[in-house]
């Protein structure tokens, strides 16, 4: 078994530790910030993350990665119910006249979700207490050691150096570090290459606030989690002990409603959707509109011109690639992108690091591309619809990707076949190619789906939208 450094006690680096310390391996996880985690029930008002510029953002949690928790780690998903996560079906509220009533495998389409700071104190101490996992908080790196090369010219890494000048020995180093990922620069002071990476500004702005109820309940779900209304996107999105949270979405280069950093502006447009104003009727929990803009969509590549940049070091979740995360899979992707690592742990083992990492790439192009080039290509037709919306015109795309995907979407308030199709790319159970690969499923998306560009507006128009935020 290996003796593996995780760096960044993040739910992905948290998720790695459980999972490849479970599987054998001795584990030790550095996280830069020294705040211990709290009691769950004290971290939203007593824990702070500076590492995380998203911790105090909405979250959602899909049903994917309840899915692993209670299957890899299960002790974790009873602490997360014992602490007040949510349990929360995403077909339960839709109408059965939609639904067809119960079906086997529709308990695949539950989730378990909380609020960020409330899981990853969950995770947090439940890592602490797993075997064959050493936790250091406080502890920064700063560069990583090398060794005997693998490959001729290929740096080999063998550990990391920290900010304190500690050298800490390794037989693989897993980077969890995320948006903010330093690997790159580690790797050129280690004489290495730096990844090919594709990086680009996502174009979205959040605006966000989170509410609670007086009698531990959550608003009754109107429609889906994510709405889009013309030039906005909206996010509603139920959480633990009775709180939620509402985002309003943007693209940030629409400054004319850059008034919704206003608590009196942002709640005057949420009101105005029929489908989401009920959501305010809690009690806020912050006295102001959370924002999150300068989110980048970055991709990394560790094979350049066919080798490998090092061995003996990779990266999962978003420190491998991550986007906007209004989808809510960031951590289901991550989480399957550390189950793919302990898998190939016990197949390719570090002993040939050269090996090792030519199956880590091909095990992360087959197990996580897919998945993010499916939410980049989202992403940006949402992005070029709003852009069209505030200029006016019509948004007709290239190709047929995006009206196939909005026309499942439509079909999914039609048909009960529809709706667990769409429910099962939402919620990464099953990729589009898998899903269309029912032809009947595929012809009755298409049939059913057809009238999307015709389907009434629920939200004000841009001008009226304008009006509200300008008031």
């Known amino acids: 078994?290996?003796?593996?450094?995780?760096?960044?006690?993040?739910?992905?680096?948290?998720?790695?530790?459980?999972?490849?310390?479970?599987?054998?391996?001795?584990?030790?996880?550095?996280?830069?910030?020294?705040?211990?985690?709290?009691?769950?029930?004290?971290?939203?008002?007593?824990?702070?993350?500076?590492?995380?510029?998203?911790?105090?953002?909405?979250?959602?949690?899909?049903?994917?990665?309840?899915?692993?928790?209670?299957?890899?780690?299960?002790?974790?998903?009873?602490?997360?119910?014992?602490?007040?996560?949510?349990?929360?079906?995403?077909?339960?509220?839709?109408?059965?006249?939609?639904?067809?009533?119960?079906?086997?495998?529709?308990?695949?389409?539950?989730?378990?979700?909380?609020?960020?700071?409330?899981?990853?104190?969950?995770?947090?101490?439940?890592?602490?207490?797993?075997?064959?996992?050493?936790?250091?908080?406080?502890?920064?790196?700063?560069?990583?050691?090398t060794g005997a090369q693998a490959i001729r010219g290929v740096p080999h890494i063998t550990g990391v150096r920290t900010a304190a000048g500690e050298e800490i020995p390794a037989d693989l180093v897993v980077d969890a570090t995320g948006r903010r990922s330093a690997l790159p620069d580690w790797l050129e002071s280690a004489g290495a290459r730096r990844p090919v990476e594709e990086l680009e500004d996502s174009g979205f702005v959040y605006y966000g606030r989170h509410f609670r109820s007086a009698d531990g309940t959550t608003p009754v779900a109107l429609g889906p989690g994510l709405q889009a209304y013309g030039s906005v996107s909206t996010l509603t999105l139920p959480a633990d002990n009775g709180t939620w949270g509402i985002g309003?979405?943007?693209?940030?280069?629409?400054?004319?409603?850059?008034?919704?950093?206003?608590?009196?502006?942002?709640?005057?447009?949420?009101?105005?959707?029929?489908?989401?104003?009920?959501?305010?009727?809690?009690?806020?929990?912050?006295?102001?509109?959370?924002?999150?803009?300068?989110?980048?969509?970055?991709?990394?590549?560790?094979t350049v011109d066919g080798a490998p940049v090092a061995t003996g070091v990779v990266a999962v979740a978003d420190s491998w690639a991550c986007t906007n995360p209004s989808l809510g899979r960031g951590a289901s992707i991550g989480m399957m992108h550390c189950q793919a690592l302990r898998d190939l742990l016990r197949t390719t083992g570090v002993d040939d690091p050269a090996a090792f990492t030519a199956a880590w790439a091909q095990a992360t192009e087959s197990v996580v591309e897919p998945w993010y080039r499916a939410t980049l290509s989202f992403d940006r037709h949402r992005l070029g619809e709003i852009d069209a919306e505030i200029r006016g015109v019509p948004y007709r795309p290239e190709g047929d990707d995006w009206d196939i995907v909005k026309s499942i979407f439509f079909a999914a308030g039609q048909d009960p076949d529809c709706l667990r199709a769409a429910l099962s790319i939402q919620t990464l159970l099953g990729r589009p190619e898998e899903v269309f690969a029912d032809a009947a499923v595929f012809e009755k998306a298409l049939t059913l789906g057809a009238g999307w560009r015709d389907a009434p507006s629920f939200g004000p128009s841009r001008s009226d939208l304008l009006s509200i935020v300008a008031a």
Do not use: C, Y
């Open 1 to 145: 078994m290996a003796e593996i450094v995780v760096t960044g006690g993040g739910v992905a680096g948290l998720s790695a530790s459980m999972l490849l310390a479970e599987a054998g391996h001795d584990v030790t996880l550095l996280e830069r910030d020294a705040a211990e985690p709290p009691a769950p029930a004290e971290a939203w008002e007593a824990w702070e993350r500076r590492g995380v510029n998203q911790f105090r953002l909405l979250h959602f949690f899909m049903p994917r990665f309840r899915i692993a928790l209670e299957q890899e780690l299960p002790q974790v998903a009873k602490a997360l119910e014992a602490a007040g996560a949510l349990r929360f079906s995403l077909i339960g509220e839709v109408p059965v006249a939609v639904t067809g009533g119960e079906r086997p495998g529709d308990d695949d389409f539950t989730s378990l979700t909380a609020r960020r700071p409330v899981l990853e104190s969950v995770m947090g101490i439940a890592a602490a207490s797993t075997a064959g996992v050493t936790v250091r908080r406080g502890v920064a790196v700063a560069g990583l050691v």
């Open 248 to 302: 309003v979405i943007a693209s940030a280069a629409d400054k004319a409603l850059r008034g919704l950093r206003d608590v009196d502006q942002w709640t005057a447009v949420v009101r105005s959707l029929p489908l989401a104003a009920h959501w305010l009727d809690g009690e806020p929990i912050e006295d102001r509109v959370v924002t999150m803009s300068k989110i980048e969509d970055r991709h990394r590549s560790f």
